[in-house]
């Protein structure tokens, strides 16, 4: 099947820094990516969906000057986290799609700000 | 690696039918969860089962977890063409904040 990969699995970063993730679709031409980040024990929330070329169109809540993200061709997407502070560490986990078909996850990004 | 397996991979039926979708994972959770997925968007959190708990309700949806077997079940009753989408779940492992998905069943809905 598909392979969706993110990286890095984990980081630690300093507050005040930014991180960078990475989403790549390894065989196939992800049209659509989606961020989600997840606080531990509770469901994934939706941030943004990103269409390959286009800005992302982010959920409500979402600042998208603080959760950049850059989909400039059809098999990368990345998110930075600006200027990072303690309450962005989180699980962040993009899922990429080709026209609307099945979804595939990434393993998913630990991130944790000190 | 994606540690739920959802079974059927893809389902198709009548509207007013049950609609009966597995999951299979492999090592000890915190919870499990269960997601819808329309064509084109983002994923929809639908229920939220914790490890000692067996049976969760929420509308037309019912969710079941055997944690000796490592399985749950999502069972949509009197479904509805609207219900036509993708279910992904999701673990949580024990003593990780993390989030783990399967590769979803397909379940198409027809009028």
């Known amino acids: 099947g598909a392979v969706v990969s993110q990286h890095p699995s984990r980081v630690i970063c300093k507050s005040g820094t930014s991180v960078k993730i990475e989403c790549r679709s390894l065989?196939?031409?992800?049209?659509?990516m989606f961020w989600y980040r997840q606080f531990p024990k509770q469901s994934l929330m939706l941030m943004a969906t990103?269409?390959?070329?286009?800005?992302?169109?982010?959920e409500q809540g979402v600042e998208k000057d603080k959760f950049l993200i850059n989909h400039a061709s059809l098999t990368l997407s990345t998110l930075t986290v600006t200027s990072a502070h303690p309450e962005d560490s989180s699980f962040y986990i993009c899922s990429a799609t080709f026209r609307n078909t099945e979804a595939f996850f990434g393993q998913g990004t630990r991130l944790t700000v000190v | 690696s994606q540690q739920g397996e959802e079974d059927p991979q893809a389902l198709s039926i009548q509207e007013g039918e049950n609609a009966t979708m597995n999951c299979s994972y492999k090592t000890s959770i915190n919870n499990l969860q269960w997601y819808r997925q329309n064509s084109g968007r983002g994923l929809v959190h639908l229920i939220l089962?914790?490890?000692?708990?067996r049976e969760k309700h929420s509308g037309r949806l019912r969710v079941t977890l055997d944690t000796s077997k490592k399985s749950s079940s999502l069972l949509i009753t009197a479904s509805r063409a609207a219900d036509t989408a993708s279910y992904f779940c999701a673990t949580e492992p024990s003593g990780y904040s993390t989030l783990t998905f399967g590769k979803g069943t397909m379940l198409l809905v027809s009028p």
């Open positions: 089962i914790r490890s000692n708990e």
């Open positions: 990103s269409n390959e070329g286009s800005k992302a169109t982010y």
């Open positions: 065989d196939f031409q992800a049209t659509t």
